[in-house]
């Protein structure tokens, strides 16, 4: 308590000393002395403990203001030398503007990059910058920042072109300037020295100040000078973040330790996440260690404790002052370009101790040791003083270079993310081209980054490569963090030097060499070897290799880059990477023996080894980087031009390939199944070694290798080696391999593996021959090999923009090049308005196509196959898909042809052929006959170019037709050869053979073919002159023979066709014409059987339709026949048969909502009778239209509900339904629903006597109620002082009416049973109550429900501009009849007193009725609801009228007078005119305008004032008009159904005269004043008792919710066409709850643009007892527990239904390829598509968003599984 107290007093003993302060006498008295630094220590000593850290609670507003006035103001004073105020804004005016712009991004907000111009990606704009700059016209990239870094416009490095916007372009004299004096201008020139000086002292104290206390570890004392004068024992208890323990942990353990409410622990948890730290309790020393000792014991279980210091108040005290300090000197240099230099000298300046001993290099050397909140500020600092100063940014970057390799290995030490570590600035001067270079060659930058990660990498092998098998989470951890490294390096590479100094090349190279280090480690590690018996017992770690490889995929690229751009460079590169490889083969080759082999003649010395044996490795990256610098000697022509300063004379072409044949042998094993039993890790490693992101730098270059290798080799010792690796030499060696008898007894598992390892084998030499779109390879250039791979994915299918880019691999720019040529190969097709857009193959590049494309995966294949020979079959040509034309090789590996007209290759192929020729016990297989006859396709078009493009001199030496034509045979050593068939006859042999139907085009095709070539070959030798044309003469004449033939056929099938059908259409018409009378009688049938809304035809055809009232028109009765959905039995429906029932949803909606302000009403104590115009919440009623059986119904559900049940037991999961709440869904359309509606007949007209006028109604009405109520009296029990009232009751009741007659239900007890079951659903979902039958609010809710329903279609009509009838789905017809027929029956299942009670409260808001006490104000009344209310509980009192009173007559005098009531209220309502032309009318209209005239006058007699005058009876009239129009229309909705009367055509179509015809039907004057005029004396005192209601004139004058009619309908909110404007938004936007701190999750939502904290704990509220999140809590305040949000960041539409349903929905906003971008993962500009967004909307107006989420969940079960509450 006396803490407390002395809490209290303190501040009133400072105030007094407060006051008497003054920040100038302070500041002239430092300008006098000696020793500033002691006098300033001095006066923070003595004031900082007294301004912060007094009590437990923290009050920064009032301490920043005191710290202001007593700190930082005689600071500023002595700084300035005069009034701060002035002298800040001098300095400001004197400022010349940065051109950078320097915005430090907030977390979420937008950010743009130029994928044009950008140097790199990091290189960003802020959204002022963007829109001001010529960037916004090209193609860019948007994306939301995680906060931290700046915008760098103005940076001329950044930006290839256009690096200034408009603000900050510099100015012409201000450049001249710069011109002349060479250098740039000093912005110290216009300091006086004096004031450089005060600057200099003040900044180095409070610099020096700031760094001591930030980086102070003690916790009980100060730094010297600053121990206060006084020093009590008051302590904190200070908890600190870290990123192992999980929010729930901390707030369970922060609750047991100082005991306090969950809601403060989360609070304390939520700051600790935010700044890094806080004090969880104040008090003595002892206290505080009680709480750390808890706090430590219950986090120490499982990791290390979470960190928790008891710390002296004034050492906070001074840790808070310190972070203010540093924020204060971040807005003084923001006034001058001067002082932001002079802070940048004071921090970098050397202290006493010499190396590293800068204030700058302590703060980051103590980085790791500092919390959250203390790093966050010192590095806004360094962003806005150090990295903004361009000179002393290059500085710093020499400093962080210097102190790299302690950063780092702080950094992987730490726990904190990336985010807020010192390390992440290394991209803004990494990035940067100039000093980026500087610090290779000064700093030997890249060596230190690539020998820090290397040692970081501890864990290796005997032979020193990586070993990540037994990978502890500890060492993952670290790993990640390892990876940083890499990022930097990348960072460093990015940009590639045009020009080379000596000092640069030499730098480069050592790095190299150590990145050659870091290769050798990782060459052949994680090897594999494969399992033979039994299943490999563990999964070997593979993802950390990949993982590494992944990300040094384009640092390889890179390097490769860079060596490209100096030839120096590239030999030097190539020497040292074939040394690397050199050396790891050297220790591999011990322990292999060598074997020779022979083929044909040809023998080859190798080495024995069996991939299926030994150990493999599929990690090769020596060899790979080696191959990728051997296609740049050819592609920058180096090979040709310095032959003798590489060694490649010294290449041993086998070495090369071992290796990554090795791999490819694997792949082809896998493929085969021979390692099913090393479990998936291979499998995963197989798929990302083809798989785009790793394939450029694993299978491709593993490709180049081989063809290097092959190039400078015999081609036949090359396939021999090849063979012997595939392990299928003994297959193809044997002298009668052709037979294959000797296979026979084989296993058959065996059998298969070879065939598949041929097949692989086939394929692998197609790739090696045909593989020439890498630019040094053969002659093409770099967009020839992106365009084969968009036409090769697009010959699978067309394909969406992000379908394409991901098939395709980035480069370290995350860029394809698929934009430079996408048009040139395909044409795109805009989306609808779901789906989206896409990309289709242009037909003449078809031609391109490769059935045996490198990068097609086995499924990619087979799709791409059927998809082509489809499309050939349609356009009618021959379905061979023959090997495309291609380009030419490289010299270097101009060799590579010959493969194909190698001995051992013919001898393969014949063999193969062979086989097929006589087919033996399936040795071989159909897609190894494929690759056979595609490599002969290769080798002809491969003759056939050559010989076209030869000039007639020199003889064109390959000449594969002639050795196709020999003898192909295979030799044995030393065999004579035999006499087989060549090639060539073994293909006219196939084309015959009845079992290769698929393979006769291919065939076909290449005999074309050959003769084709021999003919030019003929033609050569006779003439010499070769002419092109003549080449195809012979295939063309084929080929139009075929074409020709192939026409006629189809015409002739054309006109069979048309001569059959023909035939037919005659047949038919014959058929009607002889059997007339028969389909006109079936017609019939089918016109009555059809919904009663389409039935056109009335009875007499003369008499107009008349829906309501005495003439109503009789529908023609007929019997309802329905069928169970569930039985399949047809019943009738009829009052006293069995209940059929519709499946229905019953839900609360605002939808039509006026005012969403109405705060919820108490569910017990709502009175729901009379509905508010403002709509503010009603219960809608939608149904999927399907029908059952009441008993069939209810054995569902329980079927349903035992099941759950039963599941609960078992999974605590939620469904897409809540059985609790009595949901199911449909069981034939699986639609959500919770109830069911029973169907009942029409009710019988009564028949058409003489009915009384409106007065003698009124009359006799009047008589009835007063019986009603004095029946209802004797009812309730009497008290004593009632008696006397009683004496008055002697009024008779009317002729005919009998109060105490009880009628009997008509209905059955089935039917009965059911009408309770949908009263109650309605009763319990629309007030959100129990279910309680008895409660008379019951029928209420129903009436209720039926005209909100039918007010909600009607507004959906108007909004789709759909006609009023005929338009409606059936399932919402059937739903409206059921309705109103239900609502006409429900009061025969309640008590019969209470719903008369309710008709004659219903009525007395419109006839006055003394003995109802309140009656509402007419301007509080939704008219269509009195109606249907009305009508709907008249009949509890017809049931007792004996007298011939019609219910029709009755029906009509309500309609007549609510509808002149609501005539009053559209009046009343109607607001001053808008000043118009006066409207010329003609006689008819001139009638009802003086009639409206004269009833507002009327009007203003009543009421005086408070009606404004209105002259324009046209504008009066025009009013009602409108206003009125939906009301009728939804009375005629609801009489139509109600009474089933046929409705006129003219409703049936949105044609002029709709007014006449509905007043008409309705039985309505088209002049409605005449209702009012007609009836004047009656309605007269009606009018007087509505105006002279207490509260109208109160609303009138503004006292309450005062809606005009008509209503309009509610729409989504208008949301931005460009995506950026709505981010931009969300990041300003800052969590409501935890003062000013931005929210993670900000969501708007769609209906009333509320923007939401979501998804976290500082917004969670409660409700009914749960914590929810704020999304949840908003549904329920504004869409009646349904909402539709946009996830902002996430660019997702969020639904919500109640607390456990929800789904996410595609948003509205599409990029310009017409596809959606969830999670902005892709970055493409994003623009509003209306049509999606109208459909959203659609689906909210149509009360379908629970059941859109019923159908999502459905579907994708994961949904289920979100806590949807949370969001």
Same mark, same amino acid.
């Given at each position: ?6 809490? =209290? ?153 256009? #690096? ?22 000093? #912005? ?150 001067? %002082? ?320 990554? %044949? ?13 390692? =099913? ?379 069979? =066709? ?67 959905? %569930? ?166 009741? #009317? ?85 109103? =027929? ?260 900000? &969501? ?55 607390? &456990? ?67």
């Amino acid at each position: 308590m006396a803490a407390a107290e002395s809490d =209290r007093e303190v501040p009133s003993a400072l105030c007094t000393e407060f006051l008497n302060f003054s920040a100038k006498d302070t500041a002239s008295k430092w300008l006098q002395v000696t020793d500033l630094y002691k006098e300033v220590y001095q006066h923070l000593a003595s004031y900082v403990p007294k301004i912060y850290c007094l009590g437990p609670n923290l009050n920064p507003q009032s301490e920043d203001l005191l710290a202001q006035l007593l700190l930082q103001a005689p600071l500023e004073w002595y700084l300035c030398g005069e009034d701060p105020s002035m002298g800040l804004a001098k300095l400001e005016q004197n400022n010349q503007p940065s051109q950078l712009c320097g915005h430090v991004f907030r977390v979420g907000e937008p950010t743009y990059s130029c994928r044009e111009c950008a140097a790199d990606p990091t290189c960003v704009l802020c959204m002022q910058c963007f829109l001001g700059s010529v960037h916004k016209e090209h193609r860019y990239r948007m994306t939301t920042s995680g906060g931290g870094g700046f915008c760098d416009c103005g940076d001329t490095e950044a930006w290839k072109k256009g #690096p200034y916007c408009q603000k900050h372009e510099p100015n012409i004299s201000d450049s001249c300037q710069e011109v002349n004096s060479s250098q740039p201008q000093d #912005p110290l020139a216009h300091l006086s020295t004096d004031m450089i000086a005060r600057c200099y002292n003040v900044f180095s104290i409070v610099l020096k100040y700031a760094v001591d206390m930030l980086t102070w570890d003690k916790e009980n004392e100060l730094p010297l000078g600053l121990e206060p004068p006084d020093r009590g024992d008051t302590y904190y208890c200070m908890l600190f973040n870290d990123e192992v323990h999980t929010y729930e942990q901390v707030i369970y353990t922060l609750q047991k330790a100082v005991n306090c409410t969950q809601k403060e622990a989360v609070s304390f948890a939520t700051t600790v996440d935010r700044d890094g730290r806080k004090s969880v309790r104040f008090g003595d020393f002892a206290f505080c260690e009680q709480a750390k000792s808890v706090i430590v014991r219950n986090t120490s279980r499982q990791s290390k404790p979470l960190r928790v210091q008891v710390m002296h108040s004034s050492v906070v005290a001074h840790q808070c002052f310190a972070l203010k300090a540093l924020h204060w000197l971040g807005h003084v240099i923001g006034y001058s370009d001067a %002082l932001r230099r002079i802070l940048c000298q004071v921090g970098l300046e050397r202290g006493p101790e010499g190396e590293n001993s800068s204030l700058v290099d302590t703060l980051m050397l103590c980085d790791s040791k500092m919390w959250k909140g203390a790093r966050n500020v010192y590095h806004q600092l360094f962003m806005s003083s150090l990295l903004m100063d361009l000179k002393y940014k290059k500085l710093f970057a020499i400093q962080f270079a210097k102190n790299y390799e302690r950063l780092q290995s702080d950094y992987v030490k730490d726990d904190h993310d990336r985010e807020f570590s010192v390390t992440d600035l290394s991209v803004q001067m990494f990035t940067v081209p100039s000093l980026a270079r500087m610090l290779i060659t000064e700093e030997n930058l890249m060596t230190t980054i690539i020998r820090t990660f290397v040692d970081h990498l501890r864990h290796r092998d005997l032979q020193g490569r990586f070993q990540f098998e037994r990978y502890t989470a500890q060492q993952a951890f670290k790993f990640r963090r390892v990876q940083s490294l890499i990022g930097d390096l990348k960072y460093v590479l990015i940009s590639r030097p045009t020009e080379w100094s000596d000092q640069l090349r030499e730098k480069f190279l050592e790095g190299l060499d150590t990145f050659l280090e870091l290769f050798k480690c990782m060459q052949g590690m994680d090897p594999v070897v494969r399992q033979v018996g039994q299943h490999i017992e563990m999964e070997p770690e593979w993802e950390a290799a990949f993982t590494l490889q992944m990300k040094l995929t384009h640092i390889i690229s890179m390097m490769q880059e860079w060596c490209a751009t100096d030839e120096r460079v590239l030999i030097e590169a190539y020497k040292k990477c074939l040394t690397a490889l050199t050396h790891c083969h050297s220790g591999f080759t011990d322990g292999e023996q060598p074997i020779t082999l022979s083929i044909c003649g040809h023998s080859v010395d190798t080495i024995r080894y069996c991939v299926s044996q030994e150990k493999v490795s599929i990690h090769l990256p020596v060899s790979r980087l080696l191959a990728g610098l051997h296609v740049l000697l050819s592609k920058m022509e180096v090979a040709y031009r310095f032959p003798e300063q590489l060694p490649l004379s010294e290449l041993s072409p086998p070495m090369l390939i071992e290796h990554p %044949l090795r791999c490819l042998v694997l792949c082809a094993q896998v493929h085969a199944g021979m390692w =099913r039993r090393n479990g998936f890790s291979l499998v995963n490693q197989i798929y990302y070694y083809h798989n785009v992101k790793c394939r450029v730098e694993m299978f491709d270059k593993d490709l180049i290798m081989l063809q290097a290798g092959a190039s400078m080799m015999d081609p036949n010792h090359f396939l021999m080696i090849v063979l012997s690796r595939f392990e299928l030499y003994h297959i193809f060696s044997s002298a009668d391999c052709r037979k294959r008898y000797n296979r026979e007894n084989t296993n058959k598992d065996v059998v298969q593996q070879n065939n598949t390892l041929i097949e692989e084998m086939l394929h692998l030499i197609m790739m090696v021959v045909g593989e020439r779109f890498e630019a040094g390879v053969g002659q093409v250039e770099g967009c020839d090999q992106i365009k084969r791979e968009i036409i090769h994915q697009l010959c699978i299918r067309p394909m969406a923009h992000s379908e394409l880019v991901k098939a395709l691999p980035e480069n370290e720019n995350k860029e394809t090049g698929m934009e430079r040529v996408i048009d040139c190969v395909a044409s795109f097709k805009k989306p609808g308005v779901t789906g989206r857009g896409l990309y289709e193959l242009r037909p003449e590049c078809a031609k391109q196509f490769n059935l045996y494309f490198h990068h097609y995966s086995r499924a990619d294949q087979s799709k791409a196959e059927e998809a082509q020979r489809k499309l050939k079959r349609q356009n009618g040509e021959d379905t061979a898909l023959h090997p495309p034309v291609l380009p030419l090789f490289s010299p270097l590996f101009a060799s590579l042809v010959n493969i194909l007209q190698c001995d051992v290759l013919l001898g393969m192929l014949g063999a193969v052929l062979q086989w097929a020729v006589e087919p033996s016990g399936g040795h071989w297989s159909e897609s190894m006959l494929q690759r056979v006859l595609h490599l002969i396709g290769m080798g002809l078009l491969e003759e056939q170019q050559q010989l076209e493009n030869s000039s007639e001199d020199n003889d064109v030496s390959f000449n594969f037709t002639l050795k196709i034509s020999l003898c192909g045979c295979i030799l044995g050593p030393g065999e004579a050869p035999s006499n087989t068939a060549s090639v060539l006859a073994l293909l006219e042999n196939l084309q015959n053979a009845h079992h290769l139907e698929v393979h006769k085009d291919m065939i076909r095709w290449i005999l074309k073919t050959v003769a084709s070539i021999k003919t030019i070959r003929e033609l050569t030798a006779f003439t010499c002159t070769v002419t092109a044309s003549g080449s195809h003469g012979q295939e063309e004449m084929v080929c139009d023979k075929d074409k020709a033939e192939r026409k006629r056929k189809m015409e002739m099938a054309r006109l069979r =066709r048309e001569k059959i059908m023909a035939q037919m259409s005659e047949m038919q018409r014959h058929f009607i014409n002889e059997n007339k009378e028969l389909f006109q009688q079936s017609l019939e049938e089918l016109d009555a059987s059809t919904s009663s809304s389409l039935e056109h035809s009335p009875t007499s055809s003369d008499a107009a339709l008349v829906c309501v009232g005495p003439r109503r028109s009789c529908p023609r009765e007929k019997r309802q026949v329905v069928t169970c959905i %569930l039985c399949q039995e047809e019943q009738e429906i009829r009052a006293d048969g069995k209940a059929m029932v519709l499946a229905a949803f019953v839900q609360r909606s605002t939808v039509m909502s006026k005012n969403r302000k109405r705060p919820p009403h108490d569910p017990e104590h709502y009175d729901p009778l009379f509905m508010h115009p403002d709509l503010s919440f009603g219960t809608h009623t939608g149904s999927c239209g399907h029908i059952m059986h009441s008993h069939c119904w209810q054995r569902y559900f329980e079927a349903v509900q035992a099941k759950e049940q039963r599941r609960q037991q078992r999974l605590r999961v939620h469904t897409s339904y809540d059985v609790g709440n009595g949901e199911f869904l449909c069981p034939l359309c699986e639609c959500l629903s919770n109830t069911v509606i029973p169907l009942l007949p029409r009710a019988k007209g009564s028949s058409s006597c003489e009915q009384p006028g409106l007065g003698q109604w009124l009359k006799t009405s009047g008589q009835q109620i007063k019986a009603m109520h004095s029946a209802h009296r004797k009812l309730q029990p009497i008290s004593v002082d009632a008696v006397e009232e009683t004496v008055e009751e002697g009024c008779p009741a #009317p002729e005919g009416f009998r109060v105490d007659y009880t009628p009997t239900s008509p209905y059955s007890s089935t039917i009965k049973e059911m009408l309770t079951t949908f009263g109650t659903a309605t009763y319990k979902v629309g007030l959100k109550v129990h279910p309680n039958e008895q409660d008379p609010r019951v029928p209420i809710m129903c009436w209720g429900s039926c005209a909100y329903t039918i007010q909600s279609i009607e507004r959906l009509l108007v909004d789709e501009e759909k006609p009023l009838f005929g338009s409606l789905p059936c399932r919402q017809d059937d739903c409206l009849s059921s309705l109103a =027929r239900f609502g006409s029956a429900c009061w025969t299942a309640a008590s019969q007193p209470s719903v008369q009670g309710h008709f004659i409260r219903l009525v007395a808001a419109l006839i006055p009725d003394p003995q109802v006490e309140t009656s509402p104000c007419i301007l509080d009344i939704d008219m269509l609801h009195l109606l249907v209310s009305v009508v709907l509980s008249y009949g509890s009192v017809h049931s007792q009228d004996s007298s011939g009173l019609s219910v029709d007559a009755v029906q009509l005098h309500l309609f007549h007078l609510i509808t002149v009531a609501h005539m009053v209220q559209i009046l009343l309502t109607s607001g001053p005119e808008e000043v118009t032309m006066e409207q010329e009318s003609e006689g008819a209209e001139r009638e009802e305008e003086e009639a409206i005239c004269c009833l507002y006058n009327t009007l203003r007699t009543h009421l005086g004032s408070s009606l404004p005058e209105v002259g324009s009876g046209w504008h009066l009239w025009r009013c009602v008009k409108t206003g009125i129009l939906p009301y009728l229309r939804g009375a005629a909705l609801f009489f139509h159904h109600l009474n089933g009367v046929p409705t006129p055509p003219e409703l049936h179509a949105l044609c002029p005269g709709q007014w006449e015809v509905l007043c008409g039907y309705l039985s309505l004057p088209s002049n409605l004043l005449q209702l009012y005029h007609s009836q004047q004396e009656l309605l007269e005192p009606l009018l007087h008792g509505w105006c002279s209601h207490p509260s109208l004139r109160q609303t009138l004058q503004g006292g309450g919710v005062l809606v005009s009619f008509p209503r309009e309908s509610n729409s989504l909110i208008d949301l931005p066409d460009d995506y950026s404007a709505l981010i931009n938004q969300a990041s300003s936007f800052t969590c409501p709850k935890s003062g000013g701190d931005k929210s993670r999750a900000p &969501t708007l939502c769609l209906v009333c643009g509320s923007m939401l904290c979501s998804q976290s704990y500082c917004c969670q509220t409660e409700l009914d007892g749960e914590d929810v999140g704020a999304c949840t809590a908003h549904t329920f305040a504004c869409g009646a527990g349904v909402g539709i949000f946009l996830r902002v960041r996430e660019s997702q539409v969020l639904f919500l239904a109640g607390k &456990t349903k929800g789904c996410f929905y595609a948003p509205p906003y599409l990029d310009d390829y017409g596809e959606t971008d969830q999670g902005l993962r892709r970055g493409n500009p994003l623009h509003l598509c209306r049509e999606r967004y109208r459909k959203i909307q659609k689906l909210w107006r149509q009360h379908s968003i629970t059941e859109e989420i019923g159908h999502a969940q459905e579907a994708n079960q994961t949904l289920v599984g979100i806590d949807w509450q949370h969001l």
